[in-house]
């Protein structure tokens, strides 16, 4: 048996390994399976389609029964072009803050949970506490999907509910905007400019989708859907990026632009998507093949991330409201991984330690305070899914 060690000390080793969403996180997930090892514990790895990098899922307790899947992503944002006072890639401990990337955004709550693992593993567990850790969340949630996936259809019992530790100063949240990303290319008929009509003009049809985005834009904010929960209180679009023409006297035979839907939980974004899509392929691309069959529209959607509401009610957010002390769950404006897991039918709370102030910035960092009021909330959840042996 490997001896024990503090969150703190955990959180150093894990910091150590730089798992920057671009690199592979197998070292620090082999890290975890040994670990976990230690106490008897075994884990699964499942591989990326490149196998350079992999989620983890272990069970500890009753497998037969349905648990509790603690929840957290691996990777980490990129540190290029920040000024950091110290080494982003070693825990540096200052005035009760522990410095380092990754420290809240969010290391810490796996940091925790593997620190509670010799105690999880010595308690009489009557529910078992599932670990679920992924990769590329920071690059769109696209990682953990496999891990989704495994859940629902290969696991012999679904974990009932879920915590995911995304850095809430150990507040309770159970409601989120989604984020989805679509990008749109648009291919037309390049010709010199004082022949236009016969030319297919990339940038002009991209303009029409761009302004098209807006009035759907307009129309929901003025008409809702609404959850005054969040600010502003409705889904926003935003386009974001826009590139096409290269000199006066062409016209431009590609336009690419990228834009944004934010939804509330009440809006199904697919709606909006399918509104703009219809758009553009049943009133503008019959115009566009009229000219060049080979023009027309392309779009993909890198970042799909569904909004996110637990009912207050759910015996999850009960749990974290009780063990917190909190008297009502938060919403917050930053996306995460739970609406994936609400998805497939397990009712989860967003609660990590540290702050999303500190999150993706130079000297990023965690209160040691925050630690160990991790330890201390996850220490409450073991009695919580224990027998009562007194
Ligand atoms: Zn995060």
């Known amino acids: 048996m490997k001896r024990t060690k503090t969150s703190t000390e955990i959180l150093s080793d894990l910091i150590g390994f730089d798992t920057t969403s671009h690199k592979s996180n197998l070292d620090l997930m082999h890290y975890i399976q040994d670990y976990l090892d230690g106490f008897g514990i075994k884990s699964r790895l499942i591989k990326s389609e490149d196998g350079e990098k992999a989620n ?37 401990e200052k005035n009760e803050m522990l410095f380092g990337r990754g420290t809240c955004d969010m290391k810490g709550f796996i940091a925790c949970a593997l620190a509670k693992v010799p105690e999880m593993a010595a308690a009489p567990l009557v ?24 859940l629902r259809d290969e696991i012999e019992v679904k974990p009932a509910m879920c915590i995911v530790g995304e850095p809430t100063s150990m507040r309770p949240i159970n409601a989120h905007k989604g984020g989805h990303h679509l990008n749109c290319r648009v291919t037309g008929h390049e010709c010199h400019s004082s022949l236009a009509p016969t030319g297919v003009n990339a940038l002009e049809y991209a303009a029409n989708i761009v302004s098209f985005v807006t009035k759907i834009k307009k129309r929901i904010a003025e008409q809702g859907p609404f959850n005054s929960d969040f600010v502003p209180p409705y889904t926003t679009i935003n386009t974001g990026i826009f590139n096409s023409g290269t000199a006066m006297n062409i016209v431009p035979n590609l336009a690419e632009f990228e834009f944004e839907i934010r939804p509330i939980p009440e809006e199904n974004p697919q709606h909006i ?8 392929f049943k009133i503008l691309e019959p115009q566009m093949k009229a000219i060049d069959p080979k023009t027309g529209f392309e779009f993909t959607e890198p970042v799909k991330i569904p909004a996110f509401h637990c009912g207050e009610d759910s015996e999850i957010v009960q749990v974290a409201l009780n063990i917190t002390g909190e008297n009502t769950a938060h919403k917050v404006s930053f996306a995460t ?54």
């Open 56 to 92: 983890l899922h272990a069970v500890i307790g009753p497998a037969d029964v349905p648990g509790i899947i603690l929840s957290g992503h691996s990777d980490v944002v990129p540190v290029d072009g920040q000024d950091w006072n110290s080494d982003p890639f070693t825990l540096t």
């Open 127 to 150: 529910r078992p506490i599932h670990f679920g850790f992924s990769y590329d969340e920071e690059v769109g949630c696209t990682g953990v999907e496999s891990l989704i996936d495994f």
């Open 273 to 280: 998507i399918d509104e703009i899509r219809e758009y553009a």
């Open 337 to 390: 991984e739970a609406g994936l897991f609400q998805n497939i039918d397990i009712p989860t709370v967003v609660c990590g330690p540290g702050s999303i102030e500190q999150a993706h910035k130079p000297d990023e960092f965690i209160k040691t305070e925050q630690m160990i009021k991790c330890d201390n909330f996850l220490g409450s959840l073991i009695g919580l899914y224990s027998q009562d042996l007194t």
